[in-house]
């Protein structure tokens, strides 16, 4: 059976959906708490980064340690997916900068797809311009030979691809409507900070949680199509 490495950095913030979609197409998701349990010793057959509060740029030792693997992974051709803070760690392993936005991103929030972006294998099937859930307040910049696939008003790089088979995405797919709920609650000090509330927070997303989890099915569908 083939494995998807998970790396989480926080315990509530795991594969979400992002977990069917890999069991139902044979994979085993295994999943590590990097700060806490330290890295894999084998990279196994797709790689996928989750979120955090953290920032890739802080001193941490763990964060190093990642940033050299998921170098070392991706040296190797393996398919990843990095998401929010993932993708930031991705974008600065692929050579990006990651530095802080003009605001708090937080809740529904509108990308618009780049001309590029419109013909991307996944993305294709989306509007022009369609609400994704935003959780962050750093950005990043487009890793040099990238593919610029969405941006928004604030954070000109919401989504990129390297090559076929490795995408980096700002915002959030994987969320489940408990998922949205253990975030509000485990980070109030981010919900003040973007001047919103749990409620309204959980009462916006949650109709377009089933278009972010057919999106995120697709994704994974493409991702590991390859193999």
């Not at 990006?96 to 797809?113: H, Q, R």
């Not at 487009?142 to 610029?148: A, C, E, F, Q, V």
């Not at 797919?173 to 309204?200: H, K, T």
Request: charged fraction near 15%.
């Amino acid at each position: 059976m083939k494995v998807a490495l998970c790396l989480q950095h926080v315990p509530f913030e795991g594969p979400g959906v992002f977990r069917r979609a890999l069991e139902t197409r044979g994979y085993a998701v295994r999943s590590f708490l990097v700060p806490a349990d330290g890295l894999p010793l084998d990279p196994g057959n797709f790689l996928l980064i989750m979120g955090g509060p953290m920032s890739v740029n802080d001193a941490d030792s763990w964060i190093e340690a990642e940033l050299h693997f998921v170098k070392t992974v991706l040296a190797c051709g393996i398919p990843v997916l990095g998401i929010c803070f993932g993708a930031q760690l991705l974008a600065k392993a692929l050579g990006a900068l990651v530095a802080p936005g003009p605001k708090f991103e937080i809740g529904m929030v509108p990308v618009s797809l780049t001309e590029i972006g419109r013909t991307d294998p996944v993305f294709s099937a989306m509007p022009r311009t369609f609400p994704v859930f935003q959780w962050h307040g750093e950005g990043m910049t487009l890793p040099p030979g990238g593919t610029h696939l969405a941006t928004s008003a604030d954070f000109p790089v919401q989504a990129f691809r390297m090559k076929d088979r490795i995408y980096g995405l700002l915002f959030h797919l994987e969320l489940e409507e408990a998922g949205v709920r253990v975030l509000c609650r485990e980070c109030p000090q981010d919900v003040q900070r973007g001047g919103m509330s749990p409620e309204i927070i959980q009462a916006q997303s949650l109709p377009h949680l089933p278009m972010l989890h057919e999106l995120a099915d697709r994704l994974i569908g493409h991702v590991i199509g390859y193999q």
